[in-house]
């Protein structure tokens, strides 16, 4: 079955750090991937996908590229901030036409920017 | 354009009860997906509603369901409450099912079962 595996957390970075979240996953043929992120006390938030391997989805200076070969989506920032602390969740959904398209989701990492 | 809506935000109740959900998709979305999520299981499919037939059901006992009306509107409902389903219920729609189509998410109901 599919499955998604990212680095665990807490992450404590200090502000203007670069940040790394790893992701890799297990899948058939090209799922495609997201990035999700929870704040505190609320539901879930997209931050950015990619639905092809190479692309690169962006948002608010994240970004992750799709690598079919190393089956990673790896999520970067080069400078966090302090709202940028809160739980990211990496997630897939399968290729179109495989039947169903629920999103399998990795544990979360929890990211704490301190000033 | 209004996002996911869900109600009641929290709900508290007494093992043994029944409780009922609400979720109101984006307009013009058709697809809904409920999501449990708790500290020890992480996030975990529920359900996938398309045209008020459900497309897919996750690993979770009869005591769960759910159904979705003409207006793409779902609830879900739980019977017999454990105290293991006190967790944060996510719904998420989508235009279509498709495996490159985007889920928005509610805020969620927090459920607490005592």
């Known amino acids: 079955g599919n499955s998604v595996t990212q680095m665990e957390g807490p992450v404590t970075l200090s502000e203007e750090a670069f940040l790394t979240i790893n992701c890799t996953y297990t899948?058939?043929?090209?799922?495609?991937l997201f990035w999700y992120v929870q704040y505190p006390g609320e539901g879930l938030q997209l931050l950015l996908k990619?639905?092809?391997?190479?692309d690169k989805g962006s948002n608010k200076g994240f970004e992750a590229t799709y690598r079919k070969e190393t089956t990673s989506f790896h999520l970067e920032k080069g400078s966090v901030q302090v709202s940028d602390s809160a739980v990211y969740f990496c997630?897939?959904?399968?290729?179109?036409?495989?039947?169903?398209?629920?999103?399998?989701f990795g544990k979360g990492t929890k990211l704490s920017v301190i000033p | 354009k209004a996002g996911v809506t869900q109600t009641p935000r929290y709900l508290i109740k007494t093992r043994g009860q029944q409780v009922t959900l609400s979720c109101s998709p984006i307009?013009?979305?058709?697809?809904v997906s409920w999501y449990q999520q708790t500290p020890g299981q992480g996030l975990q499919f529920l359900f996938e509603?398309?045209?008020?037939?459900?497309?897919n059901k996750g690993n979770f006992p009869g005591r769960f369901s759910g159904r979705q009306f003409s207006n793409s509107r779902s609830e879900m409902n739980v019977s017999t409450l454990e105290l293991g389903d006190s967790a944060l219920y996510l719904c998420?729609?989508?235009?279509?099912?498709?495996?490159?189509?985007?889920?928005?998410f509610g805020p969620g109901t927090r459920l607490l079962v005592l």
């Open positions: 307009s013009g979305h058709r697809s």
């Open positions: 990619a639905t092809k391997a190479d």
């Open positions: 509603y398309f045209s008020e037939t459900q497309r």
């Open positions: 998420a729609s989508s235009l279509a099912p498709g495996g490159q189509e985007t889920q928005y």
């Open positions: 997630a897939l959904t399968p290729p179109s036409g495989a039947g169903s398209y629920q999103l399998t």
């Open positions: 899948a058939t043929g090209y799922p495609s």
